[in-house]
């Protein structure tokens, strides 16, 4: 029962989505080819997760805002 509860707290630790700064995006490998839609779209006093900067991508590349 022991070894369930520590994989249930290991789950929630992964489940939980961690946000980054704009510069800390930038400087992230996963967008070095979209850096300037990044210094478009992302503002300076908000974090954002990877999943936030790839929908916010997707729609800049798709012709919305």
């Not at 967008?31 to 974090?47: A, Q």
């Amino acid at each position: 029962a022991k070894k369930q509860t520590i994989e249930n707290e290991v789950a929630e630790v992964v489940k939980t989505d961690v946000s980054y700064t704009k510069a800390q995006i930038y400087k992230a490998k996963r967008y070095m080819n979209k850096k300037d839609i990044i210094t478009v779209m992302l503002k300076e006093d908000k974090r954002y997760t990877f999943d936030q900067v790839d929908k916010l991508i997707e729609q800049f590349l798709k012709g919305g805002k």
